[in-house]
């Protein structure tokens, strides 16, 4: 569903112009000083605030508070309009929200040229069946998505996708092909993916990037914050030392990491790590 159909409205403009900008309080002030003619104020199922819009002339301007809360004066601004107050499931606006940015991206942004072997998707399939049970509609996180072979296999398999990474080229690829769904595709910073994402039961990270001596730290942050969203967590990568780094960042964290070799893939998922919370 679009956001604007939620808020009951034709249009609406977000005043945070990236969905990586929405936990930033900043855009409260920008909210703040926008036109107001009328208000609507849209509360999750526990009556939270998760978006506030206000008519400037054809056009809602509108702020998402997914990640984020307003501020007193903006409650004060909706309140001096006599406003409407409107009602939506939180996980029915932030997918909502989700499709308005991916949307966008997808317009605005070339993608990058076509990534995928045709063989990887049934590859990919057989590794996860190999650890996980089909899924029955549960959210599962895809990690660094790149253009999207993991949520289209995820999907494959029965769980819902919610995909990120912070290349903007490989997203739109994945939008244009529909590897990648709008409603479940984030453009994000991975090192920051707990601001945005409640934690999950399940998570991926299909063939992470290289990790050596200049890469460790920012992937040591991904894979945290990677954990930090998903208590069962499939993580693949190229060689063992880099499996076993991996091992060492969960066992840090308190969690158990399992390797094992991939012989089925020589290219993309030598190595195997599965990770679950105590």
Do not use: H
Not at 53 to 82: M, Q, Y
Not at 115 to 126: Q, V
Not at 223 to 239: D, H, K, N, P, W
Request: with cysteine; aromatic share 8%; charged share 25%.
């Amino acid at each position: 569903m679009k956001a604007a159909e939620i808020l009951g409205v034709d249009e609406i403009v977000f005043v945070e112009p990236q969905f990586s900008v929405l936990p930033d309080p900043r855009y409260n002030d920008t909210l703040t000083l926008a036109g107001g003619e009328e208000g609507r104020l849209l509360l999750d199922e526990t009556e939270d605030p998760i978006a506030l819009a206000f008519k400037n002339g054809d056009c809602w301007v509108t702020g998402s508070f997914l990640n984020r809360n307003p501020t007193a004066i903006l409650i004060e601004k909706f309140e001096n309009l006599n406003g409407e107050i409107y009602q939506e499931d939180r996980a029915n606006w932030a997918a909502a929200v989700r499709e308005y940015y991916s949307l966008a991206l997808k317009a605005e942004v070339a993608p990058s040229i076509e990534d995928l072997n045709p063989t990887r998707r049934g590859i990919l399939t057989a590794l996860i069946r190999g650890f996980w049970k089909p899924g029955t509609g549960e959210t599962c996180v895809d990690a660094c998505c790149g253009s999207g072979v993991g949520s289209l296999v995820l999907r494959d398999l029965g769980f819902s996708p919610l995909s990120y990474d912070n290349d903007e080229a490989l997203l739109s690829l994945g939008l244009s092909t529909g590897r990648l769904l709008p409603e479940e595709t984030m453009w994000i910073d991975a090192m920051k993916t707990s601001a945005y994402i409640e934690p999950v039961q399940k998570g991926i990270g299909i063939m992470l990037g290289e990790i050596n001596s200049f890469s460790q730290d920012m992937w040591e942050q991904i894979i945290r914050e990677l954990f930090a969203v998903s208590r069962e967590t499939l993580i693949t990568v190229g060689t063992e030392p880099e499996a076993r780094l991996i091992k060492s960042w969960g066992e840090e964290l308190g969690r158990d990491v399992d390797i094992t070799e991939n012989p089925a893939d020589p290219i993309y998922d030598l190595w195997v790590c599965r990770s679950t919370a105590k």
